[in-house]
């Protein structure tokens, strides 16, 4: 397939999803003087369609609940391309065609959900399955749950910030514009969940170390403080893969609408962190061990809610922080606030600050202490989100600001829910730093714009 | 002869509509009214449907199961409600706890990312998931917050004008609830601006007795500004279940309690 011809095929996509429908709704709300002749109005309201039945349309309320299959899902559509130039071979940021098949089978004593998505993706030039839940779902004793499967997990309280969560990440989708459901990677995993006089006891276990889908140069390039330079190695990224196991737990409870919780983590850091030797005699990146513990903190505070979270991060491999080839060990805080403002209008601001712990050996032992990130690494984010006709547009504002790296990062989007079955997105994830070593500022060149449209069934 | 005795006042009481006199003392009126329309039953559980239809006339659907608990009555209350329809909104459990003292405490779940979030409590007059209903004609306005005047009590309605203490908070100036004198259940609510004008209206469409308790079956709010409006309609109600306190928990939102929604 040609690029010319992707690109039919993509607005071909575009303008079926479209023509299948009339045109947009409007919103031509025109405020009518209601002063002279309110009862007859209302009325008139009731007269016109209130009474008749066939209101509801198909009149038949959706009998999923009494079979015990259900059967979802959805076909997207995804366009995105970069607003610079970029060193990755391809020149679309997002160019995809996405089917998501959702089957779930409920039984008295079990639950058994399966969810899969077949992509094309034009941007790999590939077909690709990516399986997101594969489960089944049983409580063998009152008080425990048990969740044996491909699932996605998620705890903590932060917002686009992980502290305790050390559940998979994708990166590539985030930085693409995908929904944010795809954020989460999944993982193969064993969840039990232990309920017991107000306390929740979570332990997770994935048998086999599921990393991030980190940037490898194949979408995004990046900065290699080896080559000092950005990079896009692609499959030329060699990342060693461990396959020993993760342990995620959590211990939970709440009084008076306080939220407390305390987390701990085994296993290894969720991005290639480290790098090392190999038998063969080459450099290659590998998931240094890590442990971790922290707890949080979620509960109301003038008419919005505060957060805070603390996590501690032991690398355990270089623990003195005198291997430079491997992540130091940090301290991570979090604190956040969030209100509707105004009415529709939700805002939120976070504060968080990454510490690294051996600070002084690390700046000791590197070779490029002059690109090594500050001892705090502080992180400032707000969002803003603005619903407006019937929460059927909505208006989303993310920043990330780095005052520490002066860098940050910005997702801003709109979506629009045209009806139950049809929706529209376009947003952009713009980067911008002072240096181009930088968390952000690495980035900048994978700045894009994306859009999607969406047929949900 | 004491059992006929008690025999009688059970029936005088559990039956208060047989001898239904007219009241006026408008917040005696106005606590019934909020007894009947909220905390039926210690507990119960409801299927919902809600279409939403906007000034074009383009239709959104809402399938959802309600489970409540009171505390106590006129009191706090538990609430689930789990979502089923459309289809991209399936598995999204929202939880509220509320509080007549203070603010309610909120969690959305979304299933596709694991994640329980906490809502802020926030304003109470938004839209409930995109309907022309409130949050808080969902879970009820806290009578504590307008000041009420019997106008009329004829043709088996108590009409009442309340008015806000607050201003700041709500987007009218005035409502006039129309409430039957025999079941309390306000028949039609309407909301006025400042001009006096008719901005938006509830009406009930239909009722049934259930287990004793007279239960909207059938509802509408129109907003009366462009016409468009919300129907919201109820099967499968039921009350005095037994549901226990620990389902309404951070539990129930990622392992639906089934026992209660079929």
């Known amino acids: ?457 | 002869m004491k059992n006929l005795f008690w025999g009688l006042s059970i029936l005088l009481l559990a039956s208060p509509s047989l001898f239904a006199e007219t009241l006026t003392d408008v917040n005696q009126i106005i606590q019934k009214s909020n007894l009947a329309s909220y905390y039926a039953g210690d507990d119960g559980r409801t299927q919902a449907r809600m279409i939403i239809v906007d000034s074009q006339g383009n239709k959104q659907m809402r399938q959802f199961t309600i489970l409540r608990k009171d505390k106590a009555d006129l009191g706090d209350q538990e609430m689930l409600v789990f979502f089923s329809r459309p289809s991209d909104v399936n598995g999204t459990v929202f939880r509220v706890t509320k509080k007549v003292n203070s603010d309610d405490d909120r969690w959305l779940y979304l299933p596709a990312l694991d994640l329980v979030k906490r809502i802020s409590a926030g304003d109470k007059r938004t839209s409930f998931v995109g309907a022309h209903f409130f949050y808080e004609d969902v879970s009820g306005r806290n009578p504590a917050e307008d000041n009420f005047t019997l106008i009329s009590s004829d043709n088996g309605l108590y009409t009442i004008k309340a008015i806000p203490k607050d201003l700041t908070t709500v987007e009218f100036s005035w409502y006039k609830a129309e409430i039957d004198t025999k079941t309390f259940i306000p028949m039609k609510v309407t909301y006025f601006n400042e001009k006096d004008e008719a901005i938006r209206q509830m009406q009930v469409l239909d009722t049934q007795v259930i287990d004793g308790y007279t239960t909207v079956m059938h509802s509408k709010i129109i907003d009366l500004t462009n016409d468009s409006f919300t129907e919201m309609q109820f099967r499968g109600v039921q009350y005095n279940l037994g549901i226990e306190d620990n389902i309404f928990s951070e539990r129930s939102l990622r392992t639906p309690p089934k026992q209660w929604l079929r």
């Open chain 1, 1 to 457: 397939m040609n690029i010319r011809f992707k690109h039919h095929l993509f607005i071909s996509l575009i303008i079926l999803i479209l023509s299948s429908q009339t045109t947009f709704a409007q919103e031509t709300v025109n405020k009518r003087d209601l002063s002279s002749d309110n009862e007859k109005k209302i009325k008139n309201t009731l007269t016109n369609d209130a009474w008749a039945d066939d209101v509801w349309g198909d009149d038949a309320w959706a009998e999923e609940q009494k079979s015990p299959w259900a059967l979802r899902g959805f076909i997207e559509v995804g366009y995105g391309t970069f607003t610079q130039d970029n060193i990755i071979d391809a020149t679309q940021s997002l160019s995809e065609l996405t089917t998501r098949f959702e089957v779930d089978y409920q039984h008295d004593s079990f639950d058994i959900a399966a969810k899969a998505d077949v992509r094309y993706d034009d941007v790999l030039n590939k077909t690709l399955w990516d399986t997101r839940e594969l489960n089944i779902a049983f409580s063998p004793l009152n008080n425990l749950d048990v969740k044996l499967g491909r699932q996605v997990l998620t705890w903590g309280t932060g917002d686009y910030l992980f502290l305790n969560d050390l559940f998979a990440k994708d990166w590539q989708s985030f930085f693409s514009g995908r929904d944010d459901e795809y954020l989460k990677a999944a993982s193969d995993s064993i969840r039990t969940t232990y309920y017991s006089h107000g306390i929740t006891f979570d332990l997770a276990w994935t048998p086999e170390f599921t990393s991030d889908k980190y940037l490898t140069g194949e979408r995004f390039s990046f900065y290699s403080p080896q080559a000092l330079q950005q990079v896009s190695p692609a499959s030329d990224f060699i990342v060693n893969k461990t396959n020993n196991p993760q342990w995620s737990a959590r211990l939970a409870t709440s009084n008076n609408g306080i939220e407390y919780a305390i987390y701990g983590y085994h296993g290894y850091w969720t991005t290639p962190v480290g790098s090392k030797i190999t038998p063969t005699g080459q450099m290659a990146a590998y998931f240094p061990k890590l442990n971790s513990w922290g707890a949080s903190v979620r509960m109301p505070l003038v008419s919005g809610i505060f957060n805070a979270e603390y996590a501690a991060y032991n690398s355990s491999e270089d623990y003195a922080g005198t291997n430079p080839f491997i992540a130091n060990s940090q301290h991570r805080i979090l604190l956040g606030y969030e209100s509707e403002v105004v009415k529709d209008l939700t805002t939120s601001v976070q504060y968080y600050v990454e510490k690294t712990r051996q600070y002084h050996n690390l700046i000791q032992s590197s070779s490029t202490p002059n690109l090594l990130v500050d001892e705090y690494r502080q992180l400032l984010t707000l969002r803003l989100t603005y619903m407006t006709m019937q929460q059927k547009l909505i208006y989303s504002f993310f920043s990330f600001y780095s005052p520490s790296d002066h860098d940050g990062y910005i997702k801003p989007s709109i979506t629009y829910r045209y009806s139950d079955q049809y929706r529209f997105s376009l947003g952009a994830n713009l980067f911008f730093g002072q240096e181009k070593y930088s968390f952000f500022g690495q980035h900048q060149t994978n700045s894009n714009l994306w859009l999607r449209a969406k047929l949900t069934f």
